[in-house]
């Protein structure tokens, strides 16, 4: 792809003066890119090799709070430093901004060994349990967000009541409103398109204002970093051009939320191993196995695809987000919709996710849940029909995030699948969460209480 740069390329764009800077990052807990502004020079002769954050990074919430109760990292044990160690084969120029290039990171301890829980980390550990299997996985995610007319500045300074979104109507498939919104969108696909991500195209969604960005199927590892590379891009080219873009599932109860669907497929040998021609809709026994994991496990994972109080406010009846953890012959209404039956492109699409989530979460809970099912053989039940939203039968994803918290704490695959301190750390993060919203008094309770109450 154009956009990455290898090394020597750095080098020689550093020494012509067209690169001056380079963005070096981790991915924290959120999905976000975390890190330092290098000067180039300094990057590509010292700090290509390792640099240091403060270990909070990794156990921080969306407001850098500190948090009590992580057994890695406390003001006990002195807030020390992790290796931000980049993975060079990240390295790509950053076209939105001048002179600049980016680098992601792994972060290790200081013996240099990974941390358990840093979510690239993790989920290379399961792409690595799933090559012991013989497989790679290729996925892809669909990122859905919202734009406003105003900048973010303008909407925070305004307590947040200056919500309009860019345009006035439901602009699903549009082409002459999206026409409307393409000073944003039309950087977003060409700068990341010249970052080396392969971008499919962008498409109005089901509400005023919501866009949707595809981007190409990737090797799981590439999909979380284009993925998380991408949600970035939306936020700083819409702030460029002086709008809002917004990642938050549900900011409106009369509006649809805002998903990121997980396609899902594993290959073998450069082939896809979904695929059987032979067998009912195309469906491999591998991908029965894989599915029926998916399927069983997906309340255990639930938090990783939804990590927030609001993240639960999405799943609604009737509005393309599921509420139940079963699948279908290409229905939006369930939480696992086959694609592409019967040809090589054949998947699973992973409805539940939230705009929210942090990819290689996501991705390495669902990879733990897949090996989980092609380990022991697991038989994947017959597909569900018609509108799923109305299937009593059929299991229900997590309600709040309060039960998504207890099923992760009490899940015994996931300890097994990613370790015990890891499970631990992550449930700390969600009850963390929930105990910072219940510390809230909402406008909820004001606009309803203050008078009549
Ligand atoms: P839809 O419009 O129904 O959501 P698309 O054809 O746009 O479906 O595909 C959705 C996503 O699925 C795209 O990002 C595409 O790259 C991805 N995809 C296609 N084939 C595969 C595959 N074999 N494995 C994983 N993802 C795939």
């Known amino acids: 792809m154009p956009g990455t740069l290898s090394f020597d390329d750095l080098k020689s764009r550093v020494a012509d003066g067209t690169i001056d800077t380079v963005l070096v990052c981790a991915?924290?807990?959120?999905?976000?890119?975390?890190?330092?502004?290098?000067?180039?020079?300094?990057?590509?002769?010292?700090?290509?090799?390792e640099t240091h954050c403060c270990n909070y990074l990794l156990a921080?919430?969306?407001?850098?709070?500190?948090?009590?109760?992580?057994?890695?990292?406390?003001?006990?044990?002195?807030?020390?430093?992790?290796?931000?160690?980049?993975?060079?084969?990240?390295l790509r120029q950053v076209p939105w901004l001048e002179g600049t290039?980016?680098?992601?990171?792994d972060i290790l301890d200081h013996h240099h060994d990974p941390v358990p829980h840093d979510p690239r980390g993790m989920l290379k550990k399961q792409i690595a349990r799933l090559a012991d299997l013989g497989f790679e996985a290729q996925m892809a995610t669909e990122l859905e967000f919202f734009l406003f007319e105003k900048s973010l500045d303008d909407i925070r300074k305004s307590g947040f009541a200056d919500l309009t979104p860019i345009s006035g109507y439901n602009e699903d498939y549009h082409i002459f409103q999206t026409t409307k919104e393409e000073h944003v969108m039309r950087p977003l696909r060409n700068h990341l398109f010249a970052?080396?991500?392969?971008?499919?195209?962008?498409?109005?969604?089901?509400?005023?204002?919501?866009?949707?960005l595809n981007i190409r199927y990737a090797p799981a590892l590439d999909c979380a970093d284009h993925h998380t590379?991408?949600?970035h891009a939306v936020k700083e080219i819409a702030w460029q051009q002086?709008?809002?873009?917004?990642?938050?599932p549900k900011?409106?109860?009369?509006?649809?939320?805002?998903?990121?669907?997980?396609?899902?497929?594993?290959?073998?040998?450069?082939?896809?191993?979904?695929?059987?021609?032979?067998?009912?809709l195309g469906m491999s026994d591998l991908m029965r196995h894989y599915m029926a994991g998916l399927i069983a496990y997906a309340p255990d994972y639930t938090f990783f695809l939804a990590p927030y109080v609001n993240s639960y406010k999405r799943f609604a009846k009737g509005t393309f987000a599921p509420t139940k953890t079963v699948w279908s012959i290409d229905n939006r209404t369930a939480g696992f919709?086959?694609?592409?039956?019967?040809?090589?492109?054949i998947r699973v699409e992973c409805r539940i996710g939230g705009s929210d989530l942090n990819p290689y979460l996501a991705q390495a809970a669902m990879l733990a849940a897949g090996i989980k099912g092609i380990e022991d053989r697991m038989e994947l039940a017959p597909p569900t029909k018609g509108d799923v939203y109305d299937d009593a039968k059929a299991a229900d994803i997590p309600r709040t995030l309060r039960d998504a918290t207890e099923t992760l704490r009490r899940s015994d695959f996931l300890r097994q699948a990613m370790g015990d301190d890891v499970i631990d750390h992550y449930t700390r993060c969600a009850e963390w969460e929930q105990e910072e919203f219940d510390r809230a008094v909402t406008d909820w309770e004001i606009k309803r209480g203050f008078e009549r109450a």
């Open 27 to 49: 991915v924290d807990m959120q999905g976000r890119l975390m890190g330092k502004r290098f000067h180039a020079v300094n990057f590509v002769e010292t700090s290509f090799k």
């Open 60 to 90: 921080t919430d969306l407001e850098m709070a500190t948090p009590e109760g992580y057994a890695a990292t406390s003001w006990r044990k002195g807030y020390g430093d992790y290796v931000m160690a980049p993975d060079l084969s990240t």
């Open 101 to 105: 290039a980016m680098v992601l990171c």
């Open 195 to 212: 970052a080396g991500l392969p971008i499919e195209n962008s498409k109005g969604e089901a509400e005023a204002g919501q866009e949707e």
């Open 229 to 231: 590379i991408a949600k």
């Open 242 to 248: 002086g709008h809002a873009a917004s990642f938050l």
């Open 251 to 280: 900011w409106r109860p009369d509006r649809v939320g805002s998903s990121s669907h997980v396609h899902q497929s594993l290959w073998q040998d450069g082939k896809p191993a979904f695929h059987d021609p032979q067998a009912d």
């Open 337 to 345: 919709r086959l694609c592409g039956d019967g040809t090589k492109g």
